[in-house]
């Protein structure tokens, strides 16, 4: 297998980019099937597994795949090696390492195990004696979501921003809020949420009645490889 991979990487630096600075190539010695799709990464094997460190297969199997440039260049993912070609840069990295032994992909014959949640800390609370809540929200922690932008001005325990709703009031680390159930109705609907504070997000519980509840929303707008896009249609209804 090795001396495949040997062969290999002469060949491409032989008919591929040799005097073609117009050509890339990213070429690493990882235990992989496929490495730039997501869909398949469910498998007993390491399939779907490199693009970005982020992507659900690397994060199962604990690979972040990365292959260092030549005569000391910049370490990158195959996303990374991707977009700087596509940007017009030569880019040609073939990995050093033999075949099973680059330290950002190694096979251990099955996934590593789950490291455990990291608990969350308690917020820093302002004069008003209540934590900070702005900023971008989303809904989905590792897929395309919906963002909610949250408002609370320096000093205020108060919080604008969330549709259907009224300005929620915060008390420590939980906001109260009153919602409406039905478009145009009156918000009578009282919500809690409660904040805490996370790696790599923070994440806010909602506590109410209703079919989104129980739900979760991870703060930080964009993550990863997803996109928490704003988007008119309110899903904080119940209907």
Known sequence: MRSFRDQFAAAITAGVTQGKPKNGVFLDSCYVHEQNVDYCSGQSMPNCVGWNPLSPGSKKWGYTTAVSLPNGGRTL???QAFGAWWKGETIVAIDNHTFFDNPSCIYR????????????GACKQN??????????????????????VFEQPAGSCTVSGIPGCNNGTVSGDTMSILCCTKKHAPCTQHRTATLSLSTPQDVLHWNFAGPNGHSKWWRGGNYGNYTCRTNKTDMFYDA
């Open 77 to 79: 993912t195959p996303q």
């Open 109 to 120: 014959g099955h996934p590593p195990s789950p490291a455990p949640p990291t608990p969350g």
């Open 127 to 148: 004069a008003a004696g209540c934590c900070d809540f702005s900023g971008e929200w989303c809904n989905q922690e590792d897929k395309d979501g919906i963002k909610y």
